[in-house]
């Protein structure tokens, strides 16, 4: 049975765990990974993409295995000095993740996209797998809480997640336009991979880009889910705080309800299975908490299997 | 006697070096440093200024004494990343180094005069002293060579000085104005140094926006320069094969006779003070060779004495 090119959504940690899976049991020509763009930000003058950044460290083997942003054998002389010059050191940056803020950040300014840029990147880094930003136009994930809206790392880096969240908003994003590849890839997808990342400020941003969602919906590919919640619990990140804050349950039939009929299979860790069988999409229970590689590689494998099942 | 403040004007690593014998000679109220801006440039979408730098780290204690510019205990993470990255890695930027880059950029573009920024910077990094720039406005050395002219950089640092110099150009210096508190500084001076700077590059530029040099003449405080030959021979940098190039004798007169009758004395290394006898300003002979700290202080508190001995 042919498959045919595989397109993955992603937000950035848990994503670019099985983005990672995924390019080890396909071809790389056979995988492109739509980044959200949502979180990205400037901070000291520069443009910081984390998603498409933690993906790009990832599938180039240079991501830092201990957090899972930023990059290996980092030091950190830059933030020391700084904030000796009273400049802002909330946000981590290492010394050598910041090369790559700084010639993006001269590569824009000087007219480049953003998607040609990251396409250059990772290039450079030997990635043979295409990572795409869902927009080159910005798109900025804002968030409501009791104090008002508020800048998305703001909420997730400066105050780590404490805000109570009421409301999301995608500033940008109805006048934005897909990145320059992005809709052909989801037409000629053989199948399409939402990676478990936070449903709400990793995966509906993409879905907020006029034309995505559709492209999707008409591609006529298996769309499969894996689920970042285990158990009632979120792997990494507020995701399980920001459902209950939502007024959602926190579980995987949660997530699942949220992206309704979009999907056609979902996959969830054997625990969820009996939770979510009264969904609409064909469920597959596996063991979706990816610590080592081969969690990785497996779980790569049981979403493009539920997918060719799944395949009209 | 009461001497009054001193006003240094200063290029980079050699002047630097008296820069901070003065310092520790003197009140830290009582010394101003101006420094040229003419080197300044941007690189990687950053405002990169040289020898505000080196004397800023000079006089913070945090500069590297095996180079004389940038910072001592660096590391280089950033410039191994970003050459991976296909950026441009001929001038070389370390971690600590790049923070003031990068926070000097930032402000900058919100608005903040150089001149505010490198206050500033200062007092964060405990430099009593205050070293201002020449100017806020962008004042550009540009080197006519036999390709053309070129940008300072490119010929200094890419090109390591190897074109042939046939003139020299300080763009933008016309329309420039004195930094806040230059023209002040010049005019309440009990005594104005001129370190042992390249006379073209470094103190030049300086004497190009419009009003230092007629604040200079005006002031009535005795004019002392550091000669930066010695025997015939730059201790530092392009100096002597710039002269050689530009049709001048390559000596301490050499570089006397340019300055002509700004200067009221003269200080050189006891070897040359024959060759100057006949120059028109009052000749002091010493060790201008500076290599160690005492050294850099011996020859400020000559330098005192040279222009105390010339106060009308």
Known sequence: MTRGPVVALSGGVGG?????????????????????????????????CPDIDTLTYALAGLDNPATGWG????????????????GEDWFRLGDRDLAVHVERTRRLRSGEALSQITIDFAARLG????ILPMSDDPVR??????????????????????????????????????APGVIQALRTAGAIVIC????????????????????IEASG????????IIGGKAVKGPTAKMMAELGMDATALGVALRYGDLLNGYVVEHEDAADV????????????????LEDREALARVVLEAADSLRR
């Open 141 to 178: 994930t804002r968030v409501l809480s009791d104090g008002g809206w508020i800048d998305f790392q703001d909420y997730f880096v400066r105050q780590q997640c404490r805000p109570v969240v009421r409301a999301l908003s995608f500033d940008g994003a109805p006048m934005s336009q897909p």
């Open 16 to 48: 670019a765990k099985l983005a990672l899976g995924l390019s080890r049991v396909l071809p790389a020509s056979d995988l492109t990974v739509i980044a959200n763009t949502g979180d990205d930000f400037e901070h000291l003058g520069l443009s910081i």
């Open 221 to 228: 590919a298996p769309v499969v889910a894996v689920s970042p």
């Open 277 to 292: 069988a009264g969904f609409g999409a064909r469920v597959t229970a596996a063991k979706t908490l990816m610590q080592s």
């Open 127 to 130: 990635i043979g797998v295409r």
């Open 71 to 86: 990059r290996r054998d980092e030091t950190w002389s830059f933030m020391d000095s700084i904030k000796a010059l009273g």
């Open 196 to 215: 478990p990342s936070n449903p709400f400020i990793s995966i509906e941003p993409i879905l907020a880009v006029p034309g995505i969602r559709e492209a």
